[in-house]
């Protein structure tokens, strides 16, 4: 009896022919997909191109959520000062009138300006305010003070009048003291201002040092000569913008 032979038949495996063909879907999808986009999105691409442009040209420019923009120019963007730097300005402009009409009064030698920390400060000795031991104003400062008066129109800050002595002590039937006569003067003062020169009593407070608080010397008749005087302080209502910097005339 013969023995039949025996025939394996060999099958090539293909199983790898189902994800191939699967990730060739995929890549196809992809290219569609991005294909798409492309042409889609060229006029987006278009106005991002253009806003860069301006971007590094000087300019900024924002897109909103339709793809569009609005531009604006650094040239045009501004900065707002501060309350302190507005209240510095104002005062320098008015110091810088003052000291010419100081100088155009022939006063310069004897009234000052400064921009301190504490605000405008108006220096102006006795001498050309008061007789010697008196408290009146005298009428040839008035054009002076109508002038400062009409300056000080232009702030709203309040006002200090403030009336200084020398240590020479003084003891009349009028003034008791020295504290008596710097007070008065800066009274009478403050009542030129506001009854001549339209400025509202309700922007002013009176001081009268005396002698306690000279600013020079009382052992020499110059130092004691500048010591007498009256000071008309506009009083910043911010801290001063130029830090401890201080203008004078």
């Given at each position: 009896?013969?023995?039949?032979?025996?025939?394996?038949?060999?099958?090539?495996?293909?199983?790898?022919?189902?994800?191939?063909?699967?990730?060739?879907?995929?890549?196809?999808?992809?290219?569609?997909?991005?294909?798409?986009?492309?042409?889609?999105?060229?006029?987006?691409?278009?106005?991002?191109?253009?806003?860069?442009?301006?971007?590094?040209?000087?300019?900024?420019?924002?897109?909103?959520?339709?793809?569009?923009?609005?531009?604006?120019?650094?040239?045009?963007?501004?900065?707002?000062?501060?309350?302190s730097e507005v209240e510095e300005g104002k005062m320098n402009e008015v110091k810088q009138?003052?000291?010419?009409?100081?100088?155009?009064?022939?006063?310069?030698?004897?009234?000052?300006?400064?921009?301190?920390?504490?605000?405008?400060?108006?220096?102006?000795?006795?001498?050309?305010?008061?007789?010697?031991?008196?408290?009146?104003?005298?009428?040839?400062?008035?054009?002076?003070?109508?002038?400062?008066?009409?300056?000080?129109?232009?702030?709203?800050?309040?006002?200090?009048?403030?009336?200084?002595?020398?240590?020479?002590?003084?003891?009349?039937?009028?003034?008791?003291?020295?504290?008596?006569?710097?007070?008065?003067?800066?009274?009478?003062?403050?009542?030129?201002?506001?009854?001549?020169?339209?400025?509202?009593?309700?922007?002013?407070?009176?001081?009268?040092?005396?002698?306690?608080?000279?600013?020079?010397?009382?052992?020499?008749?110059?130092?004691?000569?500048?010591?007498?005087?009256?000071?008309?302080?506009v009083v910043r209502k911010y801290p001063s913008a130029a830090g401890k910097t201080i203008k004078t005339n």
């Open positions: 009896m013969s023995k039949k032979k025996q025939h394996h038949e060999e099958h090539v495996d293909e199983s790898w022919l189902i994800p191939y063909a699967d990730m060739l879907t995929l890549l196809l999808a992809l290219f569609i997909v991005m294909f798409a986009m492309s042409q889609t999105d060229k006029a987006k691409l278009q106005k991002m191109s253009e806003q860069f442009n301006i971007i590094f040209s000087g300019g900024t420019a924002v897109l909103n959520e339709s793809g569009q923009s609005s531009e604006t120019s650094n040239t045009a963007m501004t900065i707002t000062p501060s309350n009138l003052l000291d010419k009409e100081i100088a155009k009064s022939g006063y310069s030698d004897k009234v000052k300006t400064s921009l301190n920390a504490e605000g405008l400060e108006i220096y102006i000795q006795d001498a050309v305010l008061f007789n010697s031991g008196d408290d009146k104003v005298l009428t040839n400062i008035s054009p002076l003070l109508l002038d400062v008066s009409k300056m000080l129109k232009s702030l709203d800050n309040n006002i200090k009048v403030v009336g200084h002595t020398d240590t020479v002590p003084i003891s009349t039937g009028r003034f008791r003291s020295n504290w008596d006569l710097s007070a008065m003067r800066a009274i009478n003062v403050m009542s030129f201002l506001v009854d001549t020169g339209g400025l509202s009593a309700s922007r002013f407070s009176i001081q009268g040092y005396g002698e306690q608080m000279p600013k020079f010397s009382n052992s020499t008749e110059e130092g004691r000569t500048k010591n007498r005087r009256v000071e008309i302080v």
